[in-house]
């Protein structure tokens, strides 16, 4: 309970042009009621001056008619009043509108020069430069690996380009992976005493 009671409410977002707003609508509001009242006074006054002529009374009549024709300039006014009221409500809704752009416009440019000062006119010609020294410097090892190669090799590298992409490999040995025991050098030199020593014995068969 305690965090219903102490909590803060909400400030108010409504604005001054919101109130005027607000205002004008309901003085309209009230034009309107009035004039929808008046013309209804009207027309039963305008039946009743006809009655009072079939009655004869011409000059009870015409002293009605011209109350009626007052009211009736009053209604006039009163549309004229209503239109004003109108025009000026659509003034200031507009205005608020053209408001809000230019808040978004201040918003804009304020963000704008900010991002100005981050990166300089000197940052952006700097880093022109260096993507452009990097294109340059690419066009040049294409162009010399493209004069280094011969047809031959061009032919042979699409070649190759599609063995791999239709996935033909050309299979080659697996390695060993065990590491290869070399010879001691008293094994070497022991055939070499062996053919020696049978030597004499082959010659003395021989003769």
């Known amino acids: 309970m305690g965090n219903v009671f102490g909590r803060k409410s909400r400030p108010t977002r409504v604005t001054e042009q919101d109130k005027a707003i607000l205002q004008l609508k309901q003085q ?10 008046i013309s209804l006074q009207l027309d039963k006054e305008r039946l009743l001056a006809k009655q009072l002529l079939k009655d004869g ?3 009870k009549a015409l002293l009605l008619l011209k109350k009626k024709r007052y009211q009736d300039q009053l209604l006039d006014k009163t549309e004229n009043q209503i239109s004003n009221l109108e ?3 659509q003034d200031i809704e507009f205005m608020q509108i053209e408001m809000k752009v230019i ?26 430069d260096e993507t452009h020294e990097s ?5 040049q090892i294409d162009e010399m690996l ?7 090799d061009e032919d042979a590298v699409l070649a190759e380009l599609e063995a791999i992409t239709q996935g033909d490999d050309v ?7 065990e590491p290869i025991l070399e010879v001691p050098e008293a094994a070497k030199a022991e055939p ?5 020593k049978n030597k004499p014995d082959r010659e003395m068969l021989a003769a």
């Open 146 to 152: 493209a004069g280094a190669l011969t047809q031959e």
């Open 57 to 59: 009374k011409k000059e």
């Open 103 to 128: 808040e978004g416009l201040k918003v804009g440019n304020d963000c704008l020069k900010s991002m100005h000062e981050i990166m300089s006119v000197e940052d952006v010609e700097r880093i022109l």
């Open 87 to 89: 025009r000026m409500v």
């Open 192 to 196: 070499e005493r062996r053919e020696a």
């Open 135 to 139: 294109i340059e410097y690419q066009r």
């Open 28 to 37: 309209r509001d009230k034009l309107k009621q009035y004039q929808k009242r």
């Open 171 to 177: 299979a080659l040995p697996e390695v060993p992976t």
